[in-house]
């Protein structure tokens, strides 16, 4: 039996990158999905999983619309029965200096990074309290808990603030058989590592993607359908003793101490 399945899965972000590859692999194991993002992409991405032999449903919205993510909680419910699994990936980044960053950029990262995941949950948590149970996992990053480049101050905020919201929602929640787990992935091929090398030098991203690839020790960056499997485990029945915690997907390349010394 496929580890998700007979579940129903909701997830946040899929139209693209770590979210589809979330997606594609929830379906593959077995879960009925509900794919919601901002662009309507989300709904192509529905169609294959749909023609591949999956259900599955989309919805567009944005997850600062607090409105929105509840009546498409309500509508996946209705459709497939329940809400087993909750994972709330929607997320953003704008380079930017601490010191000449406009509060318009801040606050984008606080309202989608933060608000987005913390709206998510509370659409989602009612309807896992009254049918007895369900996983949450969101999706935090390295940056901000782990590690920082320069430019990344918003960005770092926002995801640092999700791992103490992942633990604060596993004690709140755990007596009612409800676990909520983060995963903190590194450098994964997506179009938000892409946009970020595009923002870090526009006359030769590839050469940024080259040398994050180089500063990992498995010499690579993740794709999103790796990622899609720890998302997949911490939805299952296999991690069912487990909330609370932090997940690193990285590669390794949170382990280095430095780049210029060692043989």
């Not at 149970?133 to 920082?148: K, M, N, R, Y």
């Not at 929640?173 to 676990?179: C, E, L, P």
Request: proline share 3%; with cysteine.
């Amino acid at each position: 039996m496929a580890k998700l399945e007979g579940k129903v899965a909701f997830v946040t972000g899929a139209s693209q990158g770590i979210g589809e590859g979330i997606a594609r692999v929830y379906a593959k194991h077995g879960a009925r999905v509900a794919l919601a993002d901002v662009s309507v992409r989300v709904e192509d991405v529905a169609a294959d999983l749909r023609e591949a032999g999956h259900e599955a449903v989309a919805f567009v919205l944005d997850v600062t619309d607090s409105a929105a993510l509840a009546s498409a909680v309500a509508r996946t419910v209705e459709t497939f029965g329940s809400l087993d699994v909750l994972c709330a990936n929607a997320g953003v980044c704008r380079l930017g200096d601490f010191l000449s960053m406009t509060d318009a950029d801040r606050d984008f990262h606080i309202d989608v990074n933060i608000k987005g995941v913390w709206n998510t949950a509370r659409a989602a948590l009612p309807v896992m309290v009254e049918q007895g149970g369900g996983s949450v996992v969101i999706t935090s990053s390295v940056t901000g808990d782990l590690v920082a480049d320069p430019g990344e101050c918003a960005y770092a905020l926002s995801k640092a603030a999700l791992v103490g919201l992942t633990k604060a929602l596993a004690v709140e929640f755990a007596d009612r058989n409800i676990r909520v787990n983060c995963f903190q992935p590194g450098y994964v091929v997506t179009p938000m590592a892409e946009s970020i090398a595009q923002q870090s030098n526009p006359d030769d991203p590839e050469s940024v993607l080259a040398e994050m690839a180089k500063a990992i020790p498995m010499r690579r960056l993740a794709r999103p359908e790796e990622v899609g499997e720890l998302a997949a485990f911490l939805g299952s029945d296999e991690s069912s003793y487990i909330t609370g915690s932090q997940f690193v997907i990285d590669g390794g390349s949170t382990l280095p101490e430095s780049v210029s010394v060692g043989v």
